[in-house]
C-alpha cells in the first residue's frame, strides 16, 4: 500500500495541498504498522495512537490488555486526581492497568490499589515498576465490595466499569448502569471507609444524579464536580466529595 501511494505518477499541475495530503497518509500507515508489531489489535489502533496521552513513560515498558487500551485515565486526568487528594491514604478500588494508582503513589503517603483480575494486577504492577512507585503501593487481587469493611484509608477513588467504549452511545449515562453495581450502592460502600471519595465517571453521566449522592449524607458533602479534557476533547467527568473538595493543590 505504501509502495502504491509513493509511485502513484500526479499531474504536474497537482497543488501542494494534495501532495501533502499524500504525505500525511504514509505516515499513518507506518505508525499503524508498529502498533501491529507491538501485537495491538485493530480494535484498539485508535487508543494506541494516543498511547503517550495514556502513559507519557509508554516506550519504557508499560503494559496494557485490550480493555485496559479503552479504560485507563489519561495521564494529565490521573495527575489532577492525584494532585486533589489529601496527603494521606488513598484506596484505588478498580485499578486496573494502574493509571491512577501510579499517580497516586507519586503524590500520596499510601496507595492501596484493589482490582478483581488477577491479570490486571500484574499489569499495574509492571506499570508501576516503570514510574519506579511500586513500593508506595499496596496491590490487592480482590472484589472491593468484599474487601470494602476491612479498607482503612483517607481518600476513595472509584474509577467503575463504565461498560466499555458504547457508554459514548447513551445520551444520559445513569448511576444504575455502572458496573458491577449502580452508583448509588457503591457511594454507600465507598462512604463506609472514608466520606472523601473521587469518582471518575462518564462524560454523559447524569449530573442531577452525582448531586444527589451529595445528599446521600447527613450533613451533605461537599461536592465539586470537574470537566476532564485532553487536547480539547472531553474524557469524563470527575467528582470530588467531602474535604477533597477544598484540599489544596499538591499533596
Ligand atoms: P470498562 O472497560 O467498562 O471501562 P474498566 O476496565 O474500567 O471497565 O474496569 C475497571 C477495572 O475494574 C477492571 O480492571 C476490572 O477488573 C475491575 N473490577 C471490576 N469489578 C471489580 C470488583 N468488584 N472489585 C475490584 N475490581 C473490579
Same mark, same amino acid.
Given at each position: 500500500m505504501l509502495s ?21 497518509r504514509?505516515v499513518?500507515?507506518i ?6 508489531k507491538?501485537?495491538v ?11 503517550y496521552?495514556?502513559?507519557s ?13 479503552f479504560?485507563v ?7 489532577r486526581?492525584a ?7 488513598v ?8 493509571g ?6 507519586k503524590?500520596c503517603?499510601?496507595? @492501596?490499589?484493589?482490582? %478483581? ?9 509492571n /506499570?508501576?515498576?516503570?514510574?519506579? $512507585? +511500586? !513500593?508506595y ?12 469493611p476491612?479498607?482503612?484509608?483517607d ?5 467503575p466499569?463504565?461498560?466499555?467504549p ?8 445513569t ?7 449502580d ?5 454507600? @460502600?465507598a462512604?463506609? %471507609?472514608?466520606p472523601n471519595i473521587i469518582?471518575?465517571l462518564?462524560? /454523559?453521566?447524569?449530573?442531577?444524579? $452525582? +448531586? !444527589? ?10 461536592l465539586?464536580i ?18 477533597v473538595v477544598?484540599?489544596?493543590l499538591?499533596?
Amino acid at each position: 500500500m505504501l509502495s502504491h501511494i509513493t509511485k502513484t505518477s500526479n499531474p504536474p499541475s497537482l497543488c501542494r495541498r494534495k501532495k501533502q495530503k499524500c504525505r500525511t497518509r504514509r505516515v499513518k500507515i507506518i505508525r499503524n504498522r508498529k502498533a501491529t508489531k507491538e501485537g495491538v489489535s485493530s480494535l484498539v489502533q485508535k487508543y494506541w495512537l494516543q498511547r503517550y496521552n495514556l502513559f507519557s513513560k509508554y516506550d519504557e515498558g508499560i503494559k496494557l490488555d485490550e480493555e485496559g487500551w479503552f479504560s485507563v485515565t489519561p495521564e494529565e486526568i490521573a495527575i489532577r486526581h492525584a494532585e486533589k487528594c489529601a496527603n494521606g491514604v488513598v484506596i484505588d478500588c478498580f485499578s486496573g492497568a494502574g493509571g491512577n494508582s501510579i499517580q497516586f503513589a507519586k503524590k500520596c503517603r499510601r496507595v @492501596v490499589a484493589i482490582d %478483581i483480575n488477577p491479570e490486571k494486577v500484574v499489569l499495574a504492577m509492571n /506499570n508501576a515498576k516503570v514510574y519506579g $512507585v +511500586e !513500593e508506595y503501593i499496596d496491590f490487592i487481587v480482590g472484589d472491593f465490595f468484599q474487601l470494602a469493611p476491612s479498607l482503612k484509608g483517607d481518600v476513595v477513588f472509584l474509577s467503575p466499569p463504565w461498560g466499555g467504549p458504547s457508554y459514548k452511545d447513551i445520551q444520559s449515562f445513569t448511576l444504575d448502569l455502572l458496573k458491577p453495581i449502580d452508583g448509588y450502592s457503591m457511594f454507600q @460502600v465507598a462512604q463506609v %471507609i472514608a466520606p472523601n471519595i473521587i469518582m471518575f465517571l462518564p462524560r /454523559n453521566i447524569d449530573l442531577n444524579q $452525582v +448531586e !444527589e449522592l451529595s445528599w446521600l449524607s447527613s450533613p451533605p458533602l461537599d461536592l465539586e464536580i470537574e470537566f476532564n479534557y485532553v487536547h480539547n476533547n472531553l474524557k469524563g467527568v470527575t467528582a470530588y466529595f467531602g474535604d477533597v473538595v477544598a484540599a489544596p493543590l499538591g499533596c
